[in-house]
């Protein structure tokens, strides 16, 4: 059985005052911090969505309509030129030994105007002599990648494609001074 405490009621108290309950007195709250929170509330929410849809907009993401993509558009186009080769023979790789490619290849080179301006006198002395030093090298690299490749390899189905890929990246590898953007056969002749 669960016994309530009782409460005693205190006796040094005259019976001639009266107990009062207290009065219900509305508390006074302050609208201003009230207010400050709301406008700090709206401003960092404001914040975080215009960062949000800035960042995405910037980093192609958002599909926007108008400036950015006019922005975009206004890329400076790269300057080219044609590096042709003459055709030549290369021995490839197979076990036999008999197998050969006829190749000729035509290079799509980006301009480097800033090195054609210094280097002019030096192209100049040696195109005079007969030296093309950056065609020799260009040669070589054909020369060492497609030495290695197989005459099966080369006739797949994206045989050509592996092996402009090839290029690309031993032309950056090896002849750091020239960018080659494409790669073009324009004689390709398999022998077995």
Do not use: C, W
Not at 37 to 62: D, E, F, K, P
Not at 100 to 119: E, G, I, P, S, W
Not at 135 to 144: E, N, P
């Amino acid at each position: 059985m669960a016994t309530s405490p009782t409460v005693l009621a205190d006796t040094s108290t005259s019976s001639s005052s009266p107990v009062s309950a207290p009065a219900s007195v509305p508390a006074k709250v302050s609208v201003a911090p009230l207010l400050i929170a709301v406008v700090a509330g709206v401003v960092i929410a404001t914040l975080v969505v215009g960062g949000s849809v800035y960042y995405l907009a910037r980093t192609g993401r958002l599909p926007v309509q108008g400036g950015a993509a006019q922005k975009s558009a206004a890329v400076v186009p790269v300057v080219t030129h044609a590096m042709v080769l003459e055709p030549f023979v290369v021995n490839l790789a197979d076990t036999g030994g008999n197998s050969y490619l006829r190749v000729a290849l035509t290079l799509q080179v980006a301009d480097v105007a800033d090195k054609r301006a210094l280097n002019s006198k030096d192209e100049k002395s040696n195109r005079d002599r007969g030296v093309d030093e950056t065609a020799a090298a260009v040669r070589d690299t054909v020369l060492t990648v497609v030495g290695q490749q197989t005459a099966d390899s080369l006739l797949a189905a994206n045989g050509k494609e592996h092996l402009k890929r090839s290029l690309k990246s031993a032309f950056a590898e090896h002849n750091v001074n020239l960018k080659v953007l494409d790669v073009f056969f324009t004689d390709f002749l398999v022998q077995r």
